[in-house]
Structures are given as structure tokens and as C-alpha cells.
């Protein structure tokens, strides 16, 4: 199989050759520099040329983002740009860029997807994540209660661009995956009740999803923290899956998979065992090879690999991971037969 074959199989939950060993985001810079000092060339920087250096699969990724390149930017992490909808109005000429999709960049992606070495995705900014970036995180959860007309207009506009921009991207051609960028829950869980999410996000995804579907596209949350109670909202929002899956929040694919047994998983290794040796990385490994087998999960860093990890550390992780890729396709090719 090749990247993108691979891709489908599993993510349609039929026997595959082997598991995909990839990286679904890019390294920590720190952790980068590090390894610039330890063996990694100098020269390697990208991405992409990274992953081709560690002999990954191939995953590639476009960001757009509503906030277009002439809007503010907030004065310290967190803080937001706009306190009311006055400020939202006066923004509104640097927000949802028209020119988003750059059909020459796509046109490029679309080959490199049909030559089978790239699975092709794209991100964006969810319902919960967007209103936050421009409130600021403490306004934007008194702006549920305070300000309900404002948060219902963001999502709105938002959502009306997001289709837009799915149409121009797939008028060129079918990505493979998208992903949601909402990082709405940390280790206790979500950060707005299920009524909230009903009235402020769902309606906004009852908008969005049905383009995705209508082209084939399957659709992931990525929400760091414990989305376990969440997953059940998103479940009834038509989403398709979930990522990163943070073991250290308390989040187990075992559970998930019982819950939603036709869900779609990417992430969940523990980064914090990839500093502490062969014994643990393989403990990792063995508990997520049953359910990986079975189709429906990409294993991957549960985030960004921490700076912590040295890169013959990283280095013997991928190992132990093509070890246990091949077995887990070779217990797909009995379960999903």
C-alpha cells in the first residue's frame, strides 16, 4: 500500500499492511534544536523534510485561518483583540479572507495526493477555538452569558467561510481528512457545558458538516486535554473522530472505542514514556496495538514530541513503532477480514 491506501484502509476499517507511522503535527522548535546538536542535519528545518529524514508516512497539512494577515494581533497570549461587537465590526475587513485558497499550491497538492505519497489535509478554526482567539480566553467564556448575539454572529460568519472555503479547495481536489481546531478541554474536562455547546456550536457544525460529507471528507476534532465526556456532544454533531488523545489527561482509546465504535482516533502514544526507555515505550505500544488492530486509529504522539527526548531516544521509538505497525497489520488483515 501506498501513504494515502494505507490512510483509507484504516480509516475505513479494513485490513491494512501495516499501521501508517507518522507524525500528525511538527515537532516542538526546542526539540528540533536539540536534535540539531545530536545527529539531525543541520539543514533539515521543514516539516516535511523531517519526516522524509525519519522515513515517515507523509501527512500534509494547510492551516487557514479566518483571521487574515492584516488583522491584530493580541498583546500577550490569551488576551484577545476585541471586547464587544463595535470591535468586531471594526475588525471585520481583515477577518475571513476571500483569497484563502491559493489554487497554485493546491493544484501541486492535488498531484502529490494522486501519486499515492501524501495523505492530504486541511484545518480550521473551530467554533469554540475562533471566538476565544478574539476575545481573549477569559472574556470569551463570560461572552457565552454576556454577550450570547455576539458569539452566535462570530460562528455564523465563520461558519458561512468555512464552506466557502471547502468549496474552493474542492473544486480542485478531495483532501483526505480535515481537522477542527477547538482545544476546549484540559485535564478535568470540558470548559463549557453540553447546553452551551448545544446552543453556541452545534448549530454552526449542523452548517459546516454536511459539505464534508457531501464531498467524502472525514472530519476531526482536535481538542487537547480530556475529551471523553465531549466526544458524545461531537458524536451527535456528525464529526468523525478525534485528536490528540492526552494520556497524562486521562483520556484511554480503550474507553473511547467502547463508547463510539465507529469513531476515528489519531495520537494517543504517551509522549512522556519516549524518555524512559525500551521497556516503556513497548508497554505504550502494547497497549494500543488491540485497538489499532482493529482499524479506525492512527497511532501517533499524543502532541508534539517534548524537548526531553533525545533524538537516539526518538530514533528507538520509531523502531519499536515499524516493529508493532507490522503486527498490528498482520492482526488486521484476521479482524477486519
Known sequence: MNTRERFQAVMQFKPFDRLPVLEWAGWWDKTVE???????????????????????????????????????RPRSHGSGIIENESDYERILPSLYPADAVNAQRWVQLKHEQADGGVALWFTLDGFFWFARKLLGIERHLYAFYDQPQLMHRINGDL?????????????????????????????????????????????????????????????????????????????????????????????????????????????????????????????????????????????SCDHQTPPGVSYDNYRLYLRLFREYAEVAGKLSQKALA
Open 159 to 299: 461558519a458561512r467561510w468555512h464552506v466557502n472555503v471547502i468549496e474552493s479547495i474542492c473544486s480542485i481536489c478531495t483532501p483526505d481528512f480535515m481537522t477542527f481546531a477547538e482545544d476546549m478541554s484540559y485535564n478535568n474536562g470540558p470548559m463549557l457545558s453540553e447546553d452551551l455547546f448545544d446552543e453556541f456550536m452545534k448549530p454552526y457544525y449542523d452548517m459546516v458538516i454536511p459539505t464534508l460529507r457531501r464531498y467524502g471528507i472525514k472530519s476531526i476534532i482536535d481538542s487537547d486535554g480530556d475529551i471523553t465526556t465531549a466526544a458524545h456532544w461531537f458524536g451527535r454533531a456528525g464529526l468523525d473522530g478525534i485528536l490528540p488523545l492526552e494520556r497524562q489527561a486521562g483520556v484511554d482509546i480503550a474507553v473511547l472505542r467502547g463508547q463510539h465504535p465507529r469513531m476515528l482516533y489519531i495520537g494517543h502514544f504517551d509522549k512522556m514514556t519516549m524518555d524512559k526507555g525500551e521497556a516503556a515505550m513497548r508497554a505504550e505500544f502494547e497497549r494500543l496495538l488491540p485497538t489499532a488492530a482493529r482499524g479506525g486509529f492512527l497511532v
Open 34 to 72: 536539540r536534535w540539531h546538536t545530536e545527529g539531525l542535519p543541520a539543514q533539515l528545518t521543514d516539516r516535511y523534510d523531517i519526516c522524509r529524514h525519519f522515513g515517515l508516512d507523509v501527512y500534509k497539512q494547510h492551516w487557514f485561518r479566518a483571521d487574515g494577515p492584516g488583522c491584530p
